[in-house]
T-cell receptor, first 113, second 111 residues
């Protein structure tokens, strides 16, 4: 089955220790998204890629970076995690065409100690 | 700033009854509307999308869109305990690649 895969599912890191989250997709979608979601809140868009074109949301902190080395993979780097970065990180994809629906991976739960 | 509003709940509905979830949005020009279901600790899962005024049915789910009044609703017929989850409403923003999200309504189906 075509799907969006995220690894790891759970990540524990220490305050200030860099961490990388990964996302891969077999849907062959052009667009990939990274969201941050905290408890009882709406998902917050951090970035998206249309193919290789990177789009950063205006209020995404500089501490968050992203890479998309190819169509299938996308990475989220948190350079110096703070306690406030503990959250669920969601990767989503969409085709990039007019009737655009976003499909989510299972998420990575990040804990910062 | 464009906004999507949902009642946070919890909305408690007896098993077998109809659950009605509502969402209002601020941008009159919005064209695309999505309902996602999210179980606790899991990621959002698409239930339905709707683009045109009126009703769209898929199994036990019906989405209703009223652009004049700027609201979209989701009806769940014959509610089951497995429908207990948070339901997120999302509206397409300025670009094709941006969704404006509501904070979700927590639905509890009581056996």
């Amino acid at each position: 089955d075509a799907m969006v895969i995220q690894n790891p599912r759970y990540q524990v890191t220490q305050f200030g220790k860099p961490v990388t989250l990964s996302c891969s997709q077999t849907l062959n979608h052009n667009v990939m998204y990274w969201y941050q979601q905290k408890s009882s809140q709406a998902p917050k868009l951090l970035f998206h890629y249309y193919d290789k074109d990177f789009n950063n949301e205006a209020d995404t902190p500089d501490n968050f970076q992203s890479r998309r080395p190819n169509t299938s993979f996308c990475f989220l780097d948190i350079r110096s995690p703070g306690l406030g970065d503990a959250a669920m990180y969601l990767c989503a994809t969409s085709s990039g065409r007019d009737t655009d629906t976003q499909y989510f991976g299972p998420g990575t739960r990040l804990t910062v100690l | 700033q464009k906004e999507v509003e949902q009642n946070s709940g919890p909305l408690s509905v007896p098993e077998g009854a109809i659950a009605s979830l509502n969402c209002t949005y601020s941008d009159r020009g919005s064209q695309s509307f999505f309902w996602y279901r999210q179980y606790s600790g899991k990621s959002p899962e698409l239930i339905m999308f709707i683009y045109s005024n009126g009703d769209k049915e898929d199994g036990r789910f019906t989405a209703q869109l009223n652009k004049a009044s700027q609201y979209v609703s989701l009806l769940i017929r014959d509610s089951q305990p497995s429908d207990s989850a948070t339901y997120l409403c999302a509206v397409r923003g300025d670009s094709n690649y941006q969704l404006i999200w509501g904070a979700g309504t927590k639905l509890i189906i009581k056996p």
